[in-house]
């Protein structure tokens, strides 16, 4: 059994943004069934949960004895169970797993200084002075990332684990506009955000938010 461990609350700049979201969107690309287990940071237990997410964060996927965290590692985890996110040939699983470390690596982190401004420190008194920089540097790696599309549907032929992930790291920038200010990439994000499987994965986080989950037996 696949048992995905995330907030049973956040604020609400937070919500539909939680990293669970990507986790359940690969689940539902692949079909597979999950559990949720919903924490909080005053839980009594809080403290054990450290010996399986050693930073306290979410999302942890524990597929039966396995405990995994960092959203990358179980989305590639979870892909490598089929075919609907992960080729077979191994030159493109490479390319696949590529793509998901440059979301990650590459353009969230050229994106979450910007949105952490904004979403975070909006009424500090650094914040604008310090925002110029960081919406330069996130401009720049969108233009990149466009350019890399180009005008295809995804990024390595097919849809994968690479454009799950790459999609999901455009979500939280939505509230700045940049990623609509480039048809191209707004195409792209759109492509991907338009699945079925992503939309039940949101509807599901909401309803756990929301306590009309827990999303078990899909
Ligand atoms: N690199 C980690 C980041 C996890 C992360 O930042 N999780 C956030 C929710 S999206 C969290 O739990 N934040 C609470 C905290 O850091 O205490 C991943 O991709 O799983």
């Avoid at 919500?15 to 999950?34: I, M, N, Q, S």
């Avoid at 005053?42 to 010996?51: E, I, M, Q, T």
């Avoid at 965290?69 to 080729?87: C, N, Q, R, W, Y």
Wanted: hydrophobic content about 45%; overall charge negative.
């Amino acid at each position: 059994m696949l048992r995905l461990t995330t907030w049973r609350w956040v604020p609400s700049f937070a919500r539909g943004l939680v990293r669970d979201v990507r986790v359940r969107w690969a689940l539902e690309e692949l079909g597979l069934p999950y559990e949720t287990r919903l924490i909080a940071h005053g839980d009594a237990d809080f403290g054990g949960y450290f010996s399986q997410q050693p930073f306290g964060q979410v999302p942890v996927l524990e597929d039966g004895d396995l405990v995994l965290f960092e959203s990358g590692a179980i989305v590639l985890h979870l892909a490598g169970k089929g075919t609907a996110l992960m080729p077979e040939d191994p030159a493109d699983r490479a390319r696949v797993m590529t793509g998901v470390l440059a979301a990650l690596n590459t353009v969230e982190t050229a994106i979450v200084p910007l949105v952490e401004i904004d979403l975070f420190y909006a009424d500090q008194p650094w914040a604008e002075q310090r925002r110029p920089d960081a919406e330069a540097q996130a401009r720049k790696r969108l233009a990149e990332l466009s350019s890399w599309i180009g005008g295809r549907d995804y990024l390595l032929g097919a849809f994968s684990a690479a454009d799950l992930m790459m999609a999901s790291v455009l979500r939280p920038l939505q509230h700045s506009g940049l990623v609509e200010a480039d048809p191209n990439l707004c195409r792209y994000r759109d492509r991907c955000l338009s699945r079925p499987a992503f939309e039940r994965a949101l509807a599901d986080h909401y309803a756990d938010l929301d306590g009309t989950g827990p999303s078990q037996g899909r």
